[in-house]
């Protein structure tokens, strides 16, 4: 067994708790990965003859099979080195990537981090997902938010649904000012609270920090419905790549 192998294999355990599972007697170094919740396989370890690849020499060789969850980006992976139609599997959206020192190793992980994604319920999806920015709104008529700001960089804020510590909200205040001011990272979420009136309910309340802010005239509700696609900020949504792009550019 090759040392990547056995790296791959140690990693697997430990970032995504699963062990391998050996399905076939005749086939006793094929090893299995699969997710806990749904059984659906996210990585296959196998040793198979280099002829079959189309490789020269003789014996077997070490490969990882993981799925691609974009079949275009399949046909590209297969265009590089190391990195072959799937042995075994279904060929549109799974590649093997030889594991004998071909194929860099963080290339080789973060493949496997794609496959474990691509394979996974919503929930681990979700609890396995990275930081996200959030586009959230803020209606001064119940909230002077920008006299808050000016008082204090770390507020609490109502928090909206999948909203977790860590992520980014960009927060839109509305008329009169109809516009994106400022930047804030999560720092706290889940904290209890109940309110309820013919207005607003608050189930829970999350702490935000400012990080930035914008010119009023920049971000405007014009210009986010004429140049990025935002016709309405009525509750926390997930911000359009160019729109990220923009505000992560801006001065």
Not at 116 to 138: C, F, I, N
Not at 148 to 164: L, N
Not at 231 to 237: E, I, K, S, T
Request: overall charge positive.
């Amino acid at each position: 067994m090759s040392v990547m192998r056995n790296e791959i294999t140690a990693c697997i355990k430990t970032k995504y708790g699963a062990l391998p599972e050996r399905l076939w007697m005749r086939f006793p170094d094929y090893t299995v990965f699969r997710h806990a919740d749904n059984q659906k396989w996210f990585a296959v370890i196998m040793d198979v003859p280099k002829a079959r690849l189309g490789l020269e020499g003789d014996g077997p060789v070490d490969i990882l099979n993981v799925k691609v969850a974009d079949p275009f980006f399949a046909d590209l992976l297969t265009g590089q080195k190391g990195i072959f139609r799937a042995y075994h599997m279904d060929r549109r959206n799974w590649v093997s990537i030889l594991l004998d020192g071909t194929v860099p190793a963080d290339q080789i992980y973060g493949l496997l981090e794609e496959s474990y994604l691509a394979t996974a319920s919503g929930q681990s999806r979700e609890k396995a997902r990275g930081p996200k920015d959030w586009l959230v709104p803020a209606n001064p008529k119940y909230y002077d938010i920008v006299h808050a700001f000016d008082e204090a960089e770390t507020i609490r804020w109502k928090q909206g649904a999948g909203i977790r510590e860590g992520d980014t909200v960009y927060v839109y205040v509305g008329a009169p000012v109809s516009a994106i001011l400022y930047r804030c990272r999560v720092t706290e979420t889940n904290i209890p609270y109940r309110y309820t009136d013919e207005n607003l309910t608050i189930k829970a309340l999350m702490t935000i920090k400012l990080e930035k802010r914008f010119a009023p005239d920049r971000f405007t509700f014009d210009v986010l419905k004429s140049e990025y696609g935002v016709f309405a900020v009525r509750g926390p949504r997930g911000l359009p790549n160019r729109l990220k792009a923009a505000l992560q550019k801006e001065k």
